[in-house]
């Protein structure tokens, strides 16, 4: 089959994951992809707080089903939060159970179409047959990257890097004129904490959106250490 596109082209956001020289100075018109971003945020509903910030989350399905396609994801961020809440204080919560999802939906029009990117090349990437990327979406594992290729009140296009266990990348892209992404960390986190800790997430989630910030879990010993300390604790 022949490759069509390379990486540097279609998702410069964050083609230095798939050239050879990861340090390479790609061209990416960051204020006019601000400016997209920022014109069209009825239709993003919220994503656009996330955008760079899902790196590692998990995947926990990807459904196609007439004209919509769903994906859902366990925020990592949220879920290493957890993980220090559960280490502070010795809590008897097993780890398969901090799953705090985000949901983003699409319908409308909907079309979509996969990439693999050719090993050993410089972000070469090769299309995907249809009946082979139905068989490989369910066993997509992480989600990585995002790129909005087209945005407007009517119509989204994005593309997604997504990774699986065997250590292969797919490049899922959709497009549809409908956008809808779901916010339900705090719901699963009622139930998993029994209506416990609240003050601590808002916290978490106020500093995780105010700056880019690497929300690994010594980082998120720190925020808990600086709350606590705020509370006199």
Not at 95 to 116: D, I, Q, W
Request: proline content about 2%.
């Amino acid at each position: 089959m022949k490759i069509l596109l390379n990486a540097r082209d279609y998702i410069p956001f964050f083609a230095n994951q798939f050239v050879e020289d990861d340090s390479e100075d790609i061209e990416f018109d960051y204020q006019a992809y601000n400016n997209l971003i920022n014109s069209n945020r009825a239709h993003l509903q919220g994503f656009e707080r996330y955008i760079s910030r899902l790196h590692d989350s998990w995947i926990k399905g990807i459904e196609v089903k007439d004209d919509s396609m769903c994906i859902s994801l366990n925020d990592f961020d949220t879920h290493v939060f957890a993980d220090a809440l559960v280490e502070k204080y010795d809590l008897k919560i097993k780890h398969e159970a901090l799953n705090f999802p985000l949901v983003l939906n699409f319908s409308g029009n909907l079309s979509y179409r996969a990439y693999t990117v050719v090993d050993g090349s410089d972000g070469d990437l090769k299309p995907m047959y249809i009946g082979t990327l139905n068989e490989e979406l369910p066993k997509t594992q992480q989600y990585l990257y995002e790129q909005i290729l087209e945005l407007d009140a009517e119509h989204i296009k994005m593309a997604f890097a997504l990774w699986n266990w065997e250590g292969k990348y797919l490049i899922l892209e959709v497009s549809a004129n409908n956008f809808s992404f779901e916010e339900k960390q705090s719901e699963n986190w009622d139930v998993v904490f029994e209506g416990k800790y609240q003050e601590e997430l808002e916290y978490f989630e106020n500093l995780r959106f105010s700056a880019y910030q690497d929300m690994g879990i010594a980082k998120c010993r720190e925020i808990l250490k600086q709350f606590y300390a705020q509370q006199g604790k």
